[in-house]
């Protein structure tokens, strides 16, 4: 409120009007990380590592994105996990059993023809659980318990408890890999079309602030702005770009193509691995429908004051059902990645992923008492998780202790984001 | 070109409403009419059924009996999106805010503006909602703040906000002013003038008999879920009207209701 009095730093970190939940936990990231790469004698902050951290951290994004808005709504999905084990079960069949009996094994479309199958049915069991919370009022945390136990059942009904495997080549890739990423030309294509994307839209808000004569951030802030993600973006590609592929990857390709592989090697690089691709592209498209849609608008409110939003006319039952869907679709989405990368489909998969994807949102500003949460937080919560685990991984603490301390960080990021909230409230934010 | 003469077609007409929760008849068979440019006040001790019964009319609430009927014909109010289809719009007692939104996007939930691409235009909300504050209480200045940071009064501008901003032909306020300073509710009382001046129904439910006898052409007083007794104002004295609040008694002036001198049983 009083701006004479802050430092000319904090004033033009404000005058970016940047989030500074985001930013704290942008800056706890950067702390673990740093902490884990000085403990473990410059292990961490390597291309092998950090290309690891961000394929094994999609699938719980993924979810996270959607977990967020059914917390937001008040409610609570615990049947993900199961879910995403049931579905994976079933795009298992469906790609190693069905269609190969319909069109021949390899056949192009069958990846497709699965993940279609697989979103379809996600759709349908969000909807069904959506149903019976919003319109038979049955409060979610009952009816996802439900389905956490259903679900988990129908996924070993689906094959008698037998794994799937091997899964179709082409659906492999959405797990990862060195085929399952795009290469180096490919990468610098995407970051620099995302670089364009952040300019555009940073001067796209700025003319349309001017349009209506509000005030605008100063220039420096804009290009500060923009400098900073671009140069983000521009060094997460070149550090996926700096992981070679392995030697007998290499050599397979090598064979392959005919190509001899010269002395010393062949540098080809890995770039970004597509169900990370998946994840970025998951995480824009709900920040678009959170922030940019009505929907957006009406799932917020809801949070808000449910009654309140009923009363403006907001038809409330349909939006959380359609939450609900949405969780169902990533969830099928999320089993893709995870069974693609497995290379098989197991009645287990996904087996305590609800409660990882919930502790990601929590750490990434999620209120369970409903209204607050962003999908990037959310979405840097399940990176934050992940380094904890890959970092006590690569220091070699053992599986009990690493629970024991995502367990700790999960209490303490509630905690701390209490904290937080109860300071700018004080301050009349 | 008296508003209330009888050959006109009334705006609003409430026939025989009863709602009960649970045991409570919470309201009991009220009947009442509202016409175009009139304001009618209601006035009842706490409980007697004002909010229940003009949620009924705001499709808050559901009914257990009666009609509503609006320009003369039967309406079907079921939900709050069928009352804003009649143009009816509605300032909570509870304000109904969402409060972890900020105020534009309080005034225009449900309603939101959308660019040419489909998406909200919050900045074109943002506007038109500056324009509408800046007529009911012209202090504010917090725009980019969730709802829950701003004052009592500041949160029933912007309710009041909601309501006018979209053309209402029928406007109710339970209790607009209970949280406004003097200047504000003094802006508020010139804001339902002007609205009446351009044929508005306005439906005004207050405890403030003073204000009531400035602003409304007539009252009609509750007790206990049933209407004691409706009058013009320049019919009835404040005294009477307070008669009509505490005892159940009707005067002279005003048309009995069916709550009119019942025999009290608690
Ligand atoms: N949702 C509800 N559930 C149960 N009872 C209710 C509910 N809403 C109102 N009531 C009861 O209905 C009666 C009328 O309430 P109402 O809110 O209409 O009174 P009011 O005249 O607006 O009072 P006030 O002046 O205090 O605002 C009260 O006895 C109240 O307890
Ligand atoms: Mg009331």
């Keep these: 409120m009083k701006p004479g009095r802050l430092h000319p730093l904090a004033l033009f970190l404000r005058s970016t009007e940047l989030d500074t939940r985001t930013l704290g936990l942008i800056a706890a990231l950067l702390l673990i990380w740093i902490a884990f790469h000085l403990l473990s004698g410059g292990l961490f902050l390597t291309p092998r590592n950090l290309w690891n951290l961000s394929v094994q951290s999609s699938s719980v994004a993924v979810m996270a994105t959607g977990m967020v808005l059914v917390i937001v709504t008040r409610n609570i999905d615990l049947s993900i996990g199961s879910m995403l084990g049931f579905i994976g079960?079933?795009?298992?069949?469906?790609?190693?059993?069905?269609?190969?009996?319909?069109?021949?094994?390899?056949?192009?479309?069958?990846?497709?023809?699965?993940?279609?199958?697989?979103?379809?049915?996600?759709?349908?069991?969000?909807?069904?659980?959506?149903?019976?919370?919003?319109?038979?009022?049955?409060?979610?945390?009952?009816?996802?318990?439900?389905?956490?136990?259903?679900?988990?059942?129908?996924?070993?009904?689906?094959?008698?408890?037998?794994?799937?495997?091997?899964?179709?080549?082409?659906?492999?890739l959405m797990g990862g890999g060195p085929?399952?990423?795009?290469?180096?030309?490919?990468?610098?294509?995407?970051?620099?079309?995302?670089?364009?994307?952040?300019?555009?839209?940073?001067?796209?808000?700025?003319?349309?602030?001017?349009?209506?004569?509000?005030?605008?951030?100063?220039?420096?802030?804009?290009?500060?702005?923009?400098?900073?993600?671009?140069?983000?973006?521009?060094?997460?590609?070149?550090?996926?770009?700096?992981?070679?592929?392995?030697?007998?990857?290499?050599r397979r390709y090598a064979q392959a193509n005919h190509i001899v592989v010269p002395e010393g090697g062949l540098f080809i690089a890995h770039g970004i691995a597509i169900p990370v691709l998946v994840a970025i592209g998951v995480g824009v498209v709900m920040t678009f429908l959170a922030k940019r849609t009505r929907f957006g608008r009406y799932v917020y409110a809801i949070g808000g004051n449910p009654e309140a939003a009923e009363l403006a006319g907001v038809n409330t039952r349909w939006v959380v059902m359609k939450v609900f869907m949405l969780m169902g679709l990533l969830a099928a989405l999320s089993g893709a990645i995870s069974i693609a990368r497995l290379n098989a489909a197991t009645n287990s998969e996904g087996t305590l992923a609800e409660l990882l994807v919930i502790a990601a949102s929590v750490i990434g500003g999620t209120s369970l008492a409903g209204g607050v949460g962003t999908v990037a937080g959310a979405m840097l919560g399940a990176v934050l998780m992940q380094s904890l685990q890959s970092g006590m991984v690569l220091l070699g603490v053992d599986t009990p202790l690493q629970n024991i301390v995502v367990g700790a960080v999960l209490v303490i990021a509630a905690w701390l984001d209490a904290v937080y909230r109860r300071r700018a409230g004080a301050a009349g934010s | 070109m008296d508003a209330t003469d009888a050959t006109r077609t009334p705006l609003v007409v409430l026939r025989d409403i009863s709602v009960s929760f649970g045991g409570v008849r919470a309201v009991d068979q009220v009947s009442a009419e509202l016409y175009e440019g009139e304001v009618l006040g209601i006035v009842g001790h706490n409980g007697a059924g004002k909010s229940t019964l003009v949620k009924v009319l705001s499709g808050a609430c559901k009914r257990d009996g009666g009609t509503i009927a609006i320009r003369g014909?039967?309406?079907?109010?079921?939900?709050?999106?069928?009352?804003?289809?009649?143009?009816?719009?509605?300032?909570?007692?509870?304000?109904?805010?969402?409060?972890?939104?900020?105020?534009?996007?309080?005034?225009?939930?449900?309603?939101?503006?959308?660019?040419?691409?489909?998406?909200?235009?919050?900045?074109?909300?943002?506007?038109?909602?500056?324009?509408?504050?800046?007529?009911?209480?012209?202090?504010?200045?917090r725009f980019k703040d969730p709802v829950k940071s701003l004052s009592g009064g500041q949160r029933q501008s912007v309710a009041i906000a909601r309501a006018i901003l979209f053309n209402a032909r029928i406007l109710i306020m339970d209790e607009p002013t209970a949280a406004l300073g003097p200047q504000e509710t003094a802006q508020v009382g010139e804001l339902v003038r002007k609205l009446k001046a351009e044929r508005i129904g306005i439906i005004l439910i207050s405890h403030d008999i003073h204000d009531l006898f400035d602003l409304a052409d007539r009252i009609c007083a509750m007790k206990n879920g049933r209407v004691v007794g409706t009058a013009r104002v320049s019919d009835v004295s404040k005294d009477e009207v307070l008669g009509m609040i505490i005892l159940g008694k009707c005067p002279p002036g005003a048309t009995p209701g069916p709550g009119a001198m019942v025999l009290e049983t608690r």
């Design chain 1, 89 to 172: 079960m079933i795009m298992g069949v469906v790609q190693a059993d069905w269609l190969p009996k319909l069109f021949g094994f390899e056949y192009p479309a069958t990846w497709a023809l699965t993940l279609a199958a697989g979103l379809a049915i996600g759709v349908v069991l969000g909807a069904l659980q959506g149903f019976i919370i919003a319109y038979l009022g049955i409060p979610s945390f009952i009816v996802t318990l439900g389905g956490l136990l259903v679900w988990r059942g129908a996924a070993w009904w689906v094959t008698s408890g037998q794994t799937v495997a091997p899964l179709d080549d082409t659906f492999r």
């Design chain 1, 179 to 250: 085929e399952g990423s795009i290469g180096a030309t490919w990468s610098w294509l995407v970051g620099i079309a995302a670089c364009v994307a952040v300019v555009l839209s940073l001067a796209n808000g700025r003319a349309r602030r001017k349009k209506f004569q509000f005030p605008l951030r100063p220039i420096a802030a804009e290009i500060f702005l923009a400098g900073i993600a671009c140069a983000a973006i521009l060094g997460a590609i070149a550090v996926v770009n700096a992981y070679p592929w392995p030697i007998g990857s290499v």
């Design chain 2, 73 to 141: 014909e039967d309406a079907n109010i079921d939900n709050p999106r069928d009352a804003r289809r009649y143009g009816i719009e509605t300032i909570y007692q509870t304000l109904a805010l969402a409060d972890n939104v900020d105020a534009a996007a309080n005034i225009f939930l449900g309603r939101e503006l959308k660019t040419r691409w489909g998406t909200l235009d919050d900045l074109a909300m943002e506007a038109q909602a500056r324009s509408v504050m800046g007529r009911l209480n012209p202090h504010f200045a």
